[in-house]
């Protein structure tokens, strides 16, 4: 089969440059020996995808959405290597599923050496946007993990690869490990015109595919851009968004009312960056409080693409988002360090959710699935296995 698309690929291009010399495609991106190499082991297009950012235009972001296609083609072949934990037995992937947002369906996922995780997965989209998105608080500060302490996305990486439960690799070994492999020599070439990589450099490869996986691609930010272009406004309280049923928009009133001073109106700020939800009187985990002293408190996470990313809070908790909205509903721990929106005369505040409010805002948070980015073939597993 391989060597069919091989020929197959072999005439379409020489017809290509037959036809028209101009053509793009009349050199080859790579060199005939490492398009072989690259051929041995990955499914790679012959010239890179482009892993550019589009956002709604309703959005302001202030990020550089031009991403980088040799680096994120190299990012994307790390994300799914197994080579790079200690036993060979985990990816980045293995923990952040592609078809379930780049999240895991399992409280604590495992990892290298017959370990496991301890806190759920997070899902991965628009990370690249955190600085921004988690920035009212903390602006140049400490946006990623649930206890937001690691302040980049290289951090964040190179403390997942040397966590013990996860991937053990402290970033030296990675870099041999890497740089060693024969199908990272000519997509290294490519992203960094140089034979060997540096550990900063592998870093930043796998920032840039991270980078380029976004969550906006949904019914919701379709309704919200639709409004927008008639109102050249993004309140949308009130109103009833083109395209979506009544009973997403009446979900879409719930959500406004009782989980956007947390998560986040639009596609703005969530708002807050860290919060504790009441999810336990004793929490065994303190999340933020313990590299930032104060109470229990954790990441408020996005909810884009959440009807994908069961089990849910830091540590996977609660199954379902049923489960979710049963806890905002009623029952809610009135712990040391609650925050203050979740308190009502001193009690924790009970939300008394009807069970029409329920099943309307389940059908709004399932406007904010991106079905687009969990199929794309340019953020899939490379390799041929
Ligand atoms: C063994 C499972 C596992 C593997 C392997 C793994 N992760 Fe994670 N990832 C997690 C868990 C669990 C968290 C949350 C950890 C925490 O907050 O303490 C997380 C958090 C993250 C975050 C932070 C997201 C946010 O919203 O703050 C990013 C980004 C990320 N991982 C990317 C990666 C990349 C890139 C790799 C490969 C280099 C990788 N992960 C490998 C389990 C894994
Ligand atoms: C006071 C702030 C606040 C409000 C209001 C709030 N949340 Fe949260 N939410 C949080 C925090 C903090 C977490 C993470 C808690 C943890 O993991 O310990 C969270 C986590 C979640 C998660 C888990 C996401 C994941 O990836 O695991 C879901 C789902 C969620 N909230 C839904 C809602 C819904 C629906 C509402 C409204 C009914 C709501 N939240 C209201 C602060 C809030």
């Not at 990955?42 to 991403?67: A, D, G, M």
């Not at 919200?224 to 008639?230: G, I, P, T």
């Not at 979900?251 to 860290?274: F, I, M, Q, S, W």
């Amino acid at each position: 089969m391989k060597n069919v698309l091989f020929l197959l690929t072999l005439t379409l291009s020489f017809l290509l440059t037959s036809c028209n010399d101009d053509l793009e495609y009349s050199e080859k991106y790579y060199s005939e020996e490492d398009q072989e190499v690259i051929n041995r082991h990955l499914n790679l297009p012959n010239t890179p995808y482009s892993y550019n950012i589009k956002y709604p235009e309703y959005i302001t972001t202030f990020v550089n959405t031009n991403i980088d296609y040799d680096k994120a083609t190299l990012g994307r072949v790390l994300f799914y290597d197994k080579s790079l934990s200690s036993d060979k037995s985990v990816s980045c992937a293995s923990c952040h599923k592609q078809e379930l947002a780049f999240s895991d369906d399992v409280a604590f996922s495992p990892g290298a050496e017959g370990k496991v995780t301890t806190r759920n997965s997070l899902a991965l989209g628009s990370v690249i946007n955190f600085r921004l998105y988690y920035g009212s608080e903390v602006f140049n500060g400490i946006p990623f993990f649930w206890d937001n302490s690691a302040a980049t996305i290289q951090e964040q990486s190179q403390r997942t690869l040397a966590n013990p439960n996860e991937m053990n690799m402290h970033i030296t070994q990675v870099h041999s490990r890497v740089n060693s492999i024969e199908y990272y020599k000519p997509l290294i070439k490519k992203a960094f015109n140089t034979e060997i990589a540096t550990g900063d450099q592998i870093l930043d490869a796998i920032a840039e595919f991270t980078n380029s996986i976004t969550n906006y691609n949904t019914k919701f930010d379709n309704g919200v851009a639709k409004h927008y272009k008639n109102r050249f406004n993004t309140n949308i309280e009130g109103v009833n968004l083109q395209d979506f049923t009544a009973l997403e928009n009446k979900g879409k009133d719930v959500y406004l009312t009782n989980c956007a001073p947390c998560h986040g109106t639009v596609a703005g700020r969530p708002g807050k960056t860290e919060s504790n939800n009441g999810l336990y009187m004793d929490y065994k985990d303190k999340g933020a409080a313990v590299h930032a002293g104060g109470s229990p408190r954790f990441k408020v996470p996005t909810l884009r693409n959440v009807m994908l990313t069961a089990p849910y809070m830091h540590d996977g908790s609660l199954a379902t988002i049923d489960d979710v909205i049963e806890h905002y509903s009623k029952n809610i721990k009135n712990t040391v360090g609650l925050d203050p929106l979740l308190r009502s005369n001193n009690q924790a505040l009970k939300m008394n959710l009807t069970e029409d409010d329920k099943s309307a805002l389940k059908a709004f948070l399932s406007t904010m699935t991106d079905e687009k980015v969990i199929s794309d073939v340019k953020f899939s597993d490379p390799f041929i296995r």
